[in-house]
């Protein structure tokens, strides 16, 4: 009886106070998503707005003197088709190829049984560090023959010591130890235990790397610069950095440059450029969300 | 038992993907080796039987520019230089990119617009020395350009008096970058005379501060005077010391002046208190854009486009040209303003007053070429570079070419730039797109007759009114700092001092107009931490150079 | 027992046979590592030797790092320069402020995330603040002086309406407001990006654990604070560890971009000075020898803070 009435009320208060703790998350939420959609509401309506209005502030909750010159521009340029060619090449085999380093490496520095994983890890981490700067790693590329070749941009950072710390600490503590000894007990290797156990285990990290380095090859404008200087291997990024540049207002200082074209149209290609090489990459999140749920850890072990 | 086999075969297979990765790679590289080798057999043989020199250049072009390749004019030079030129063309970013490839060496037999002087010294045996090169019968043009202009020669040389890089010369551009604009209808409206002093100047100022000056029936949307507040940039407030007698040359970059043979930096002379104390004058009293500091230089331009609905509500302001800075709009509503005199607590006329004089730095650049020590020809290159140099070709180089429809002839020695042949774009990006324009290698001969488009006839009647200040400027109150040489050890220094100085001009300039600081309370400790950060030795080194220079 | 004597024994014997041991042992451990090892080898350790450059003068005749050996020489240049301390002291703060601020950021909007009960409104929120990240710096930074512009800035008039801002202030050209401002979009713009591995973290605490708690009575601010935190511990140290790591790593673009004449005194960073200096001259010698300090003093933060973790947390990167 008086158990009963300590729990029900027990209850009430959890109640109440889960009810404060659940209003303060709707509240929070808001007002971060507030905070972060005003700005991008905003890129959105400068990218179509009259640039010298957008300038001078008079833009501020609706487009004003509507033009789609900025999307023009850069629609108007066939390099742009060749370059998301490029780029999706990049990512999705470049991705692939990073998972198929990053993660096995991971489970090796994961393993507490590994008696080397601190000296390994180590000359990982010396990496993240010290290197031999931009001239000697092009020189290494080069003679490989790499330079200006497709393949270069996709192994160029084949596997990134950040990523890999990731995948180690998230296999070192979210997978049971018990799962692993009594695999051994059923003489199991580890090659057998990587895939049947701890991939299935690894599904949020995995997402995790896999959306860090596609985003990484998709982003990347660095390396393509550097390393290679054929129109043909252009990813986006590059293709976008041109058609940025030519549209933006001459830098001052050089009278005999100048070019009094679309001023009040030239900026907008900058906003434009924002959305046309993000929505894309954008579109692969949701796929990766799910296996964000909770529980989809433990119902692949029972699977 | 079988299912370890399985994992064993598993991960074995994912290795295996990994090798096959570094397969394709390796096969890729391979038919790159192949294609280069081909390309240098075709060269060697068609040297052999006396056809085209096959060679490869690289050009850092403006992100305009279109496909090199298209440019009939830039084919019929090949052609009669009697090359065959394999393109690589670089838009954007060359800055980041050229440490990389001028330090592993990987560079091609010309490059247009890649290097500064630096880089020579720097990079101590990539470039060739073009001095026994240039002769009489293989570049004609080119020894003609360093007769007829001497100055180009004495900016193409280095200290030891090695060329590696071609100047250029475009005698056509105007003595000064920089037109100070008023509106006069507002003036009109306001019942005012242009001012021609600094006190004047502020009166009229804070008339158009006070009153409805644009007549849209808001009296507070006026500026009064705007500028781009970045620091050595063009259109800046310092444009107006040359009112204290300080002649400044190319920009006046950094802040450096010459005075009777004397290098001088002006920020700490007793002048720059003056002028600083009448600028805050002028910020304390709402005259100057508060804004102008923090604008980047889109807004600065957008700001004199007037606002929504079409009014102008800059008074004054510094820019290039009129329907640059205004829009088509609004530009008849501007005119340009002449030097103003200094008559703060003395008399107008005190100091002699001048206006800034850029006419080297528009006409002539260094370095718009150079060729690689390891060129397989330099005979031939340096054949077809001449071309760029010829009399026609190099209005060719600047404008378009003429049988592409660009320019035509107009009689002996007299050339019209056409209207772009797509009506929606202007002229100055039709010149941008299928010429090599500014960044070209060419001699334009003072004598050549061009009719250029409407923006630069504005951009020269609009200059007029500086032409009686310009002509003040001496050989001894001249600094154009282009023509300095300075060995590597030297330009080390500079590089050093410099970035500390500036950090604190830059700063200090910013926090007396705003009044932040009081001028005459900091004025000492400035100059000595100015001082501290190695101006002196900075001086001294310039001053060697600029000594040289006369000599020369 | 004889195990724990082999182990003792191990320690004792040369690395050597000690590797050679342990490839044996974990031979199908050495080879999952082995493309990692060699990829690294061949891209990172191979070019190394171009640490060089910062004891020598650079030569191009002489080779990338055959130039003569010149010691300390510009690591005495850096030093004794007027601009060595402002600028370390100004990127020592810059990036403590954002470590202060922003590492504890995208964790707590991870938790507040994960607490949303409502699917289609967790949805949303997860999918819209990680889109900030994807702005490149030069439009982030045209932003900022839209919205912070001083008269018409729709961000700083509402600063200025709620008192936040004092009215006469003007947050751009403002000495004191440039790292709020730096660190702050800094911080909105990265938050959920760097917020997505915390909930992907998030995702794999064992749900009998919050049934658990259930039983136990314990309300959803307790179950948050006693089985959602501890389970990200790890990942949160190792972030820490790995961002202190960076303490001088401050990027270059941003701060260029935002600097102006008044805010200079705040926003002179390193790499900002050693742009000022290398535009003028290719200072190849003198920017390695920058680079190279900041690794050091970034390394000794990594190593300090993995020990300090370690001892308390248990975790860390070795």
Not at chain 3, 91 to 98: N, Q
Request: charged share 15%; net charge negative.
């Amino acid at each position: 009886m008086s158990k009963a009435t300590i729990q029900g009320s027990g209850i009430k208060t959890r109640n109440l106070s889960d009810r404060i703790f659940g209003a303060a998350v709707i509240i929070l939420s808001i007002l971060v998503f507030v905070i972060i959609a005003y700005p991008l509401y905003f890129v959105v309506i400068a990218s179509i707005s009259n640039s010298n209005l957008v300038n001078i502030g008079a833009v501020t909750f609706y487009p004003k003197d509507i033009r789609f010159y900025g999307y023009e521009q850069i629609f108007q340029d066939t390099r742009i088709w060749v370059g998301y060619g490029n780029t999706i090449l990049y990512v999705v085999v470049g991705t692939i190829l990073n998972m198929v380093i990053t993660l096995p490496a991971g489970y090796a520095l994961s393993r507490k049984d590994f008696m080397a994983r601190n000296v390994v890890m180590f000359y990982f981490v010396f990496t993240m560090f010290f290197n031999g700067g931009l001239v000697p790693t092009y020189m290494t590329v080069s003679s490989l023959g790499l330079i200006s070749t497709k393949t270069i941009l996709i192994i160029f950072v084949a596997i990134n010591t950040y990523n890999l710390i990731i995948c180690r600490t998230f296999m070192q503590s979210a997978i049971p130890e018990d799962l692993y000894e009594a695999a051994i007990l059923d003489g199991c290797s580890h090659f057998k235990y990587f895939m049947t156990v701890v991939m299935p285990l690894s599904k949020a990290v995995i997402s995790v790397l896999a959306l860090y380095y596609a985003v990484f090859h998709w982003n990347d404008y660095f390396n393509a610069l550097i390393y290679n200087s054929k129109a043909d291997n252009a990813p986006l990024q590059i293709v976008l950095r041109e058609i940025l540049l030519l549209n933006q207002a001459f830098a001052n200082g050089n009278g005999g440059v100048q070019g009094g074209y679309g001023q009040s149209s030239a900026d907008q290609v900058k906003y434009a450029i924002i959305i046309v090489s993000t929505l894309p990459i954008l579109c692969v999140y949701p796929f990766i969300q799910k296996y964000f749920e909770k529980g989809v850890m433990i119902g692949a072990v029972k699977g | 038992m079988k299912k370890k086999v399985l994992s064993v075969l598993l991960t074995a297979a994912m290795v295996a993907s990994v090798l096959a990765g570094c397969g394709s790679s390796s096969g890729t590289s391979d038919t790159q080796t192949t294609n280069s080798s081909e390309s240098t057999d075709s060269a060697d043989s068609s040297e052999s039987t006396g056809e085209k020199t096959k060679l490869k250049a690289l050009f850092i072009a403006h992100p305009l520019t279109a496909d090199v390749e298209t440019f009939q004019w830039l084919q019929e030079m090949e052609d009669a230089a009697g090359v065959e030129i394999e393109w690589e063309v670089i838009r954007a970013d060359w800055d980041q990119v050229k440490a990389t490839r001028f330090a592993s060496g990987d560079i091609p037999d010309i490059l247009f617009n890649a290097t500064i002087d630096s880089d020579y010294t720097t990079y101590n045996g990539l470039f060739l020395n073009l001095n026994d090169y240039i002769t009489e019968e293989n570049t004609p043009n080119i020894c003609a350009m360093f007769e007829e202009e001497p100055d180009t020669k004495v900016l193409a040389q280095t200290m030891e008096g090695n060329i590696y890089g071609l100047p250029k010369f475009q005698g056509k551009w105007p003595g000064t970058n920089t037109v100070m604009f008023i509106n006069q209808v507002w003036l009109d409206n306001l019942g005012l005379e242009a001012p021609t002093t600094f006190s004047e100047l502020k009166d009229v100022l804070m008339a158009f501060k006070e009153q409805d000056a644009n007549g849209n029936g808001d009296a507070t949307d006026e500026i009064p005077l705007d500028y781009n507040g970045d620091y050595n940039g063009a259109y800046s407030l310092f444009n107006l010391i040359g009112g204290l007698g300080i002649q400044l040359t190319n920009w006046g970059t950094d802040m450096y002046f010459v005075e009777d043979s004397q290098v001088k930096c002006y920020a700490t002379d007793e002048r720059y208190k003056l002028f600083m104390k009448y600028i805050n004058d002028l910020y304390s009293n709402g005259l100057i854009n508060p804004d102008a500091l923090t604008n980047d230089y889109s807004t600065f331009q957008s700001l004199s486009r007037g606002n929504e609905a079409g009014d102008a509500t800059v008074g004054v302001v510094f820019g290039w040209e009129e329907t640059d800075k205004f829009g088509n709009d609004l530009a008849d509503q501007y005119v340009a303003l002449p030097a103003l005199d200094y008559d703060i607590d003395c008399a107008a006329g005190t100091y002699d007053t001048r206006w800034r004089d850029d006419y080297s730095g528009l006409n002539m650049s260094s370095n718009r070429v150079c060729i690689n020590a390891n060129c397989s020809d330099p005979e031939a290159a340096m054949r077809f570079l001449d071309q760029f140099y010829d009399s026609e070709n190099s209005v060719e180089v600047l404008f378009g070419g003429i049988s592409d429809g660009n320019v035509s002839v107009t009689g002996d020695n007299a050339y019209k730039v056409e209207d772009p042949q797509d009506p929606s774009v202007d002229a100055g990006t039709w010149k941008w797109t299928y010429a090599f324009a500014d960044n070209g290698p060419m001699y334009i001969r003072r004598d050549t007759e061009i009719d250029m488009a409407p923006d630069m006839d504005n951009a020269l009647s609009e200059r007029t009114v500086y032409e009686d200040t310009l002509a003040k400027a001496s050989e001894t109150d001249s600094y154009p700092q282009m023509f300095m040489k300075y060995s590597e050890e030297d330009t080390n220094t500079l590089a050093l001092n410099q970035a500390n100085i500036t950090t604190i001009i830059n700063n200090q300039w910013a926090l007396w107009m705003t009044g932040e600081q009081d001028i005459d309370s900091t004025w000492d400790a400035y100059v000595e931490s100015v001082n501290a950060a190695g101006l002196q030795q900075n001086l001294e080194i310039r001053q060697a150079a600029f000594d040289a220079y006369l000599a020369n | 027992m004889s195990k724990d004597n082999n182990n003792a024994k191990k320690l004792q014997k040369p690395f050597g046979v000690r590797l050679k041991k342990d490839l044996i042992k974990n031979w199908q451990l050495w080879i999952m590592l082995l493309p990692a090892i060699i990829y690294i080898f061949v891209f990172c350790y191979v070019p190394m030797y171009g640490v060089r450059l910062a004891f020598r003068d650079y030569s191009f005749s002489a080779g990338i790092t055959g130039g003569p050996w010149v010691g300390l020489k510009y690591f005495k240049q850096y030093f004794e320069s007027a601009s060595f301390i402002p600028t370390l002291r100004n990127t020592f703060l810059i990036s403590l402020t954002s470590i202060i601020v922003g590492f504890p950021a995208p964790i707590i909007l991870a938790m507040i995330i994960n607490q949303i009960r409502n699917e289609k409104w967790k949805k949303v929120v997860q999918t819209t603040v990680y889109i900030p990240y994807f702005i490149s710096v030069v439009v982030m930074v045209s932003m900022i002086n839209i919205l912070f512009k001083n008269d018409s800035g729709v961000v700083s008039n509402f600063l200025k309406t709620i008192h936040l801002v004092a009215s006469d202030v003007n947050i751009l050209g403002k000495e004191s407001a440039f790292i709020p401002l730096y660190v702050l979009t800094g911080v909105w713009q990265s938050m959920g990006w760097n917020s997505i591995i915390y909930i992907a973290a998030l995702s794999s605490v064992d749900t009998q654990l919050y049934d658990a708690c259930k039983i136990d009575g314990a309300n959803r601010w307790q179950t948050m604070i006693h089985i959602d935190f501890p389970a990200i511990i790890p990942t949160i140290m190792i972030l820490l560890i790995l961002n202190m790591g960076g303490i001088l790593n401050v990027g270059f673009d941003k701060i260029f971009l935002m600097q102006n004449s008044l805010n200079l005194g705040a926003s002179e960073v390193i790499s900002t000075y050693v742009y000022n200096v290398g535009i003028k001259s290719s200072q190849f010698s003198f920017g390695s020898a920058v680079g190279l300090f900041n690794t050091v003093i970034n390394f000794i933060f990594l190593i300090i803070t993995n020990w300090i973790s370690k001892r308390i947390t248990g975790t860390g990167l070795m």
